[in-house]
Nanobody, 120 residues
Framework: VRLAESGGGSVQSGESLRLSCVTS????????MAWFRQAPGKGPDMVAT???????AYADAVKGRFTVSRDNDKNTLYLQMNTLKPEDTGDYYC???????????????RGQGTQVTVSS
């Protein structure tokens, strides 16, 4: 099983980034997918989830600015991040949750992460 994030970087406040998570080794279409982030010195926070049927949910801090999507043909998860703020800085990683797990809290597999840094 492999989950590989990409697309992170250093940007200015107000700019955009698009993260990708390319996966392999499991049935991508059967798993709820999510993005989490971890800021320096803090615990991980759920950013966005997307169910098998495409239903998405977001943390209040990113609603209206971030959009999560999935391409089941490409086994890939995306996170479009617009109007980035310094408080969005952190290590972003994707997760895959077995159907019996809560996608917003638990996961079966996770990637290594990609760093996002937003400066003011």
């Amino acid at each position: 099983v492999r989950l590989a994030e990409s697309g992170g970087g250093s940007v200015q406040s107000g700019e955009s980034l698009r993260l990708s998570c390319v996966t392999s080794g499991y049935n991508f279409g059967a798993y709820c997918m999510a993005w989490f982030r971890q800021a320096p010195g803090k615990g991980p926070d759920m950013v966005a989830t997307i169910e098998v049927n495409g239903a998405a949910a977001y943390a209040d801090a990113v609603k209206g600015r971030f959009t999560v999507s999935r391409d089941n043909d490409k086994n890939t998860l995306y996170l479009q991040m617009n109007t980035l703020k310094p408080e969005d800085t952190g290590d972003y990683y994707c997760t895959a949750a077995h159907p019996l797990l809560s996608c917003q809290k638990d996961y079966t597999y996770r990637g290594q992460g990609t760093q996002v840094t937003v400066s003011s």
